[in-house]
């Protein structure tokens, strides 16, 4: 079975993928930097390999180091109030969410 990349109808090998896909990262960087956005950088994220089932999808061990990753990066930008929004927010009988105010957020 042949599991080999293909870019524009050429085969690409692992060295030369991963060659594009850090060129495409750096410059997803650049822009977002650029437009004043909100960059997070998860290439530093130090994956291993039973943290995707594919080249995209996380396992849930994958999930979990993303989410926390995530979570840390941009809590900064958020009031402390806001950082914790499960403690804020009770789920009713019905599966809708209300918070401890008893009003929507």
């Known amino acids: 079975m042949d599991h080999g990349w293909t870019l524009f109808g ?11 896909m850090s060129l495409q990262f750096a410059r997803t960087m650049a ?31 994958g999930a979990g180091k993303l989410g926390l990753f995530l979570y840390t990066e941009l809590a900064p930008l958020f009031p402390p109030d806001h950082q914790t929004p499960r403690s804020r927010t009770s789920t009713r009988g019905d ?11």
């Open 10 to 20: 050429r085969k690409v090998n692992g060295v030369d993928l991963n060659r594009l």
């Open 31 to 61: 822009v977002c930097r650029d437009l004043g956005a909100v960059c997070v950088d998860t290439a530093v994220l130090g994956y291993e390999d039973g943290d995707f089932y594919d080249a995209v999808h996380n396992t849930p061990s």
């Open 95 to 105: 599966g809708s969410n209300e918070s401890q105010s008893g009003k929507h957020p």
